[in-house]
């Protein structure tokens, strides 16, 4: 029987190329999501990939909806942390909910999902959790203190709970993306991105979804058994940690 992957913000973006690079390398994966139903269920329609709803800073949905995707899939193996929100503000004009929203959901996201599968994993004695960070959580940005503020709390996580889990054969490791090419990244204005952003990057373009996914395949694989507490930079050298 396949091992069981569960894919937060699995329908979009990132999130959907590793929910379709997990399925094709043989795991049974399941997909959440916050709000879009109608791209969900034309993702599941497209991929098979089955598809739940909920909010990742709700701990109480989080418990529930991780026992609806193990009643149908069974245990739960693989986590990749993806959730994600922004809510851009220089700090002088951020408001306590944009930094709220976004702690919730980049950050406690994490224990609130994390934390249902952690026993299920000790007692399996495997497990893998894969937190996706991003660039900004390692240098910061100007108008994201509450997003680089989160993405950097997630390396805390990864660090942390990776010491936790060594011993019962679950792996935490982080992967921290730079500009990836995603519908988001590709609707910037033609010329902010060939003139500002693309210069920074040294390869000269920007990342596919497919890039992050084929490392998450990798740490979620068994060959990938002695990685614990560390973080890919999948960033093309715009930034070398």
């Not at 990749?80 to 950050?107: C, S, Y």
């Not at 495997?126 to 240098?139: E, T």
């Not at 950097?152 to 889990?165: I, R």
Request: proline content about 3%; overall charge neutral.
């Amino acid at each position: 029987m396949s091992r069981v992957a569960l894919v937060t913000g699995g329908t979009r973006g990132i999130g959907a190329a590793i929910s379709i690079a997990l399925k094709t390398a043989g795991y049974s994966v399941a997909a959440t999501y916050a709000g879009n139903d109608e791209k969900a269920t034309a993702f599941s329609s497209v991929t098979g990939i089955a598809v739940f709803k909920w909010d990742v800073s709700d701990y109480k949905e989080c418990v529930a909806g991780i026992a609806s995707v193990e009643a149908a899939l069974g245990p739960v193996e693989i986590l990749v942390n993806n959730a994600g929100i922004t809510r851009d503000a220089m700090f002088h004009k951020m408001t306590p909910e944009q930094w709220g929203d976004v702690i919730g959901t980049n950050l406690t996201g994490l224990f609130n999902m994390t934390h249902p599968v952690w026993s299920g994993m000790r007692d399996r004695n495997f497990g893998r959790v894969i937190n996706i960070s991003s660039i900004n959580g390692q240098k910061g940005q100007m108008g994201q203190a509450n997003y680089s503020a989160a993405k950097a709390g997630d390396l805390g996580f990864t660090k942390a709970l990776a010491q936790e889990g060594a011993a019962k054969g679950i792996t935490v490791n982080a992967i921290c993306p730079g500009y990836i090419g995603t519908e988001m990244v590709r609707a910037i204005p033609e010329k902010v991105l060939t003139e500002r952003i693309i210069p920074q990057i040294p390869v000269g373009r920007l990342g596919e979804p497919e890039e992050i996914a084929r490392c998450v395949v990798f740490l979620a694989s068994d060959d990938a058994g002695f990685i614990t507490g560390s973080t890919i930079s999948a960033n093309g050298g715009q930034f070398v940690v």
